[in-house]
């Protein structure tokens, strides 16, 4: 770490990785493929705790058989079990989305609403799903903070690490609004190519190199002088 950067104020620190980030990824495309926000919506369902590309293998299998939500309820919850049981969380899973395909129809006349307060009130929703709903499909500023953005969060010293809701709020404050829905993307993509939680190389992690918590870096390089013994 260099002199210049012991002495970086917090907004410099913020500034000088978004432009990290512009740079390595100027595009960024949607990870989970869909045509609409209700694809979206069940898509982001499906991929807690299960991989993008895993879900993105699926969703084909169920969207041809159901993909609106009036096609969706006329299949049983088992029958979208077995389709989605490769993404895990099976049961659960299946029962949100009929359930909230249902709520979809009865209170939303068959589209998915563009408010937090509904998407939130449907089984199987949660903040985050609501909030990359929102950012992806209706374009709202939102910051959804998934595994990979709560770790670089932590590690860059933006936030504390203590809950994903305080980790939001930093990225909120942080971050200027009209850049949040891309950059929530360019962190997740930076987490997994360069910042992953297994198989961390500081070497390879330029942003963490440069601008990270100190302590963190010092535990890496703790690590790494063990393993040479």
């Not at 953005?149 to 909120?172: A, F």
């Amino acid at each position: 770490m260099t002199e210049v950067n012991k002495t970086i104020t917090k907004q410099e620190k913020v500034q000088a990785i978004m432009e990290i980030l512009d740079e390595l990824y100027p595009e960024v495309p949607i990870p989970l493929d869909h045509k609409d926000p209700y694809t979206l919506l069940i898509a982001v369902l499906l991929s807690a705790q299960c991989t993008d590309e895993r879900v993105n293998q699926i969703t084909p299998k169920l969207f041809a058989k159901a993909d609106n939500p009036y096609d969706m309820v006329k299949m049983t919850i088992e029958e979208i079990k077995e389709i989605i049981k490769p993404c895990g969380l099976s049961p659960m899973k299946s029962k949100g989305i009929w359930h909230l395909s249902d709520m979809i129809i009865k209170q939303h006349g068959g589209e998915v609403p563009k408010d937090f307060k509904s998407l939130e009130a449907m089984p199987g929703v949660g903040h985050k799903t609501a909030s990359v709903v929102m950012a992806q499909a209706f374009n709202v500023p939102a910051f959804p903070v998934d595994t990979h953005i709560h770790r670089l969060m932590y590690r860059w010293g933006l936030s504390n690490g203590k809950s994903v809701e305080q980790t939001e709020r930093d990225g909120k404050r942080l971050f200027p609004r009209d850049r949040w829905n891309d950059l929530h993307l360019q962190i997740i993509y930076y987490g997994r190519e360069y910042c992953p939680a297994r198989g961390f190389d500081l070497d390879k992690c330029i942003i963490t190199r440069q601008f990270g918590r100190k302590s963190f870096i010092n535990e890496v390089l703790k690590e790494k002088a063990k393993k040479k013994k």
